[in-house]
């Protein structure tokens, strides 16, 4: 059991934008930045949004995050079919002092 | 452009040790390194980070079995499970870890798949 809840799955066909859900507790997400990770099919995880809406050099712009709370979420505007892949979010959680992580929600591209 | 190389056995017999050792390249190893797991079909679990100076701090639910170290002068870093089980069967990434207030686990490697499996 993941100590971030997501969703397990989402979908959206081609130009749509969809959201993926991250719910947490004060000791992380309330208290710390959010991470969101992409995972395309048999690869390695990607950072893919760091410090709860900061994108990395090369991620488009078609990817973003926020935070509200104790929970936050990441949007995929304009959905390619390239965007297949598992996301997951993370945050550090200062009660556990432990990075932890959200189970994985599989986007699919219909 | 720093690359993380995971190597290891592929298959480990139950209740014995799982060692890996990840291989730290173009870039520096002066930064904290960790570990993350993924059982087949599940989540990502944080196993651990090692700083480069040795300081450690490991998953409470691992804590007693699980060892990270570093060896600066390979440019590598450790990690040992003892006791192991079936429920130890994951794919193992060694991470950068630039830090929660930062840029978090910024560089993966490509991950190395352990089986638990006598």
């Known amino acids: 059991q993941s100590v971030l809840t997501q969703p397990p799955s989402a979908s959206g066909t081609p130009g749509q934008r969809v959201t993926i859900s991250c719910s947490g507790s004060r000791s992380n997400i309330g208290s710390n930045y959010v991470y969101w990770y992409q995972q395309l099919p048999g690869a390695a995880p990607k950072l893919l949004i760091y410090?709860?809406?900061q994108r990395p050099s090369g991620v488009p712009d078609r990817f973003s995050g926020s935070k509200s709370g104790t929970s936050a979420s990441l949007a995929v505007s304009g959905l390619r079919s390239g965007d297949e892949a598992s996301y997951s979010c993370?945050?550090?959680?200062?009660?556990?002092?432990?990075?932890?992580f959200g189970g994985g929600t599989k986007l699919t591209v219909l | 452009q720093l690359q993380l190389q995971e190597s290891g056995p592929g298959l480990v017999k139950p209740s014995e040790t799982l060692s890996l050792t990840c291989t730290v390249s173009?870039?520096?190893?002066?930064?904290?390194f960790t570990w993350v797991r993924q059982p087949p079909g599940k989540g990502l679990e944080w196993i651990g980070y090692?700083?480069?100076?040795?300081?450690?701090n490991y998953n409470p639910s691992l804590k007693s079995r699980v060892t990270i170290s570093v060896d600066t002068s390979k440019t590598q870093f450790s990690l040992k499970l003892t006791s192991v089980t079936a429920a130890d069967t994951a794919v193992y990434y060694c991470v950068r870890d630039l830090g929660s207030s930062s840029y978090g686990m910024d560089v993966w490697g490509q991950g190395t798949t352990v089986t638990v499996s006598s």
């Open positions: 173009g870039g520096s190893i002066s930064n904290y």
């Open positions: 410090r709860n809406n």
């Open positions: 993370a945050a550090w959680d200062d009660s556990l002092n432990a990075w932890v």
């Open positions: 090692v700083y480069y100076s040795g300081t450690t």
